[in-house]
């Protein structure tokens, strides 16, 4: 497995955060806490046989 994808990636993000690598881990968390908060709904939906039953587009 290459590691190059990544060094992309980091090297993209630092950039976006004109190379404050501290900025840019600050984004990386506060992304990384919205996407569980996310993950987070949907396993209670799913849990508790929310909207994704029978057919329900509501990812699409």
Do not use: W
């Given at each position: 497995?290459?590691?190059?994808p990544n060094?992309?990636?980091?090297?993209?993000?630092?950039?976006?955060?004109?190379?404050?690598?501290?900025?840019?881990?600050?984004?990386?968390?506060?992304?990384?806490?919205?996407?569980?908060?996310?993950?987070?709904?949907?396993?209670?939906?799913?849990?508790?046989?929310?909207?994704?039953?029978?057919?329900?587009?509501?990812?699409?």
């Amino acid at each position: 497995m290459s590691s190059r994808p990544n060094e992309a990636a980091i090297d993209e993000i630092v950039a976006s955060c004109n190379g404050d690598i501290r900025g840019a881990l600050k984004a990386l968390l506060l992304v990384n806490e919205q996407l569980e908060a996310e993950l987070a709904k949907l396993y209670a939906a799913v849990t508790h046989g929310g909207p994704f039953e029978r057919g329900s587009n509501l990812l699409h």
